[in-house]
């Protein structure tokens, strides 16, 4: 079955303080691989696909790196603006390949 | 570009009761999907049109749920009648292809009393 797993649940930074969140998917083959950043009471905002392993991918502080087996969001420097939830989702090339079978997320709060 | 819109943003019924959301997709966006997040689970899927054609609805919970696509355009989700169980935050994506990234809507968060 596919499935995707964030971690960790929760983290709390200080501002400045570099990290990194850990998505570990398992599929009958990637047809991508997806980071979204959610907002309370708001929908989940694209930042990255991500296709193949050794695929990496930069937007200002984030950096989005591929595996086979795992992704990872690096934060370099955070600034307070970037607690969210963040959100992994994978398209699997196996049946309904379209739809994103998603992770629960990882919380990030960035303290001044 | 005007974003993924969807109505209302938030609906209280009683059990027992229709509701219908609706969909407004990013013009141009052939494919529009359907998903939710039921009190403290992950994101799921419901179902995807492409136009105004079901192309998945494997994720559908059972027949009180109905979508429909008239006109390839906007999409509307309805749920009749709703039990406690359909209580989330119920949300639109659309997409200008497959395999590419999905754009999402606020989300319409339904309680269900």
């Known amino acids: 079955e596919d499935q995707v797993t964030q971690s960790p649940e929760a983290l709390r930074l200080q501002e400045g303080e570099s990290s990194s969140l850990n998505c570990s998917y398992t599929?009958?083959?990637?047809?991508?691989l997806f980071w979204y950043r959610q907002d309370p009471g708001k929908g989940p905002e694209f930042l990255f696909t991500?296709?193949?392993a050794g695929e990496e991918k930069e937007k200002e502080r984030l950096k989005a790196t591929l595996t086979k087996k795992e992704s990872f969001l690096h934060i370099t420097a955070p600034k307070p603006e970037d607690s969210a939830t963040y959100l992994c989702?994978?398209?699997?090339?196996?049946?309904?390949?379209?739809?994103?079978?998603f992770g629960a997320g990882t919380r990030l709060a960035v303290h001044p | 570009e005007a974003g993924v819109t969807q109505f209302p943003s938030h609906s209280v019924i009683e059990k027992g009761q229709t509701v219908t959301l609706r969909c407004d997709p990013i013009?141009?966006?052939?494919?529009l999907y359907w998903y939710r997040r039921v009190m403290g689970k992950e994101i799921k899927f419901l179902l995807h049109?492409?136009?105004?054609?079901?192309?998945?609805e494997s994720g559908m919970p059972n027949n009180r749920f109905l979508a429909e696509r008239t006109g390839g355009t906007y999409s509307t989700l309805k749920v009749q009648p709703a039990e406690l169980e359909d209580s989330g935050v119920y949300f639109c994506?659309?997409?200008?292809?497959?395999?590419?990234?999905?754009?999402f809507g606020p989300g319409t968060r339904l309680t269900v009393l």
């Open positions: 991500l296709y193949s």
């Open positions: 599929v009958s083959g990637l047809r991508g």
């Open positions: 994506a659309s997409s200008l292809g497959v395999a590419i990234e999905q754009f």
């Open positions: 049109f492409v136009k105004e054609s079901k192309q998945d």
């Open positions: 989702a994978v398209q699997s090339a196996s049946g309904g390949y379209n739809k994103l079978i």
């Open positions: 013009s141009g966006h052939d494919n």
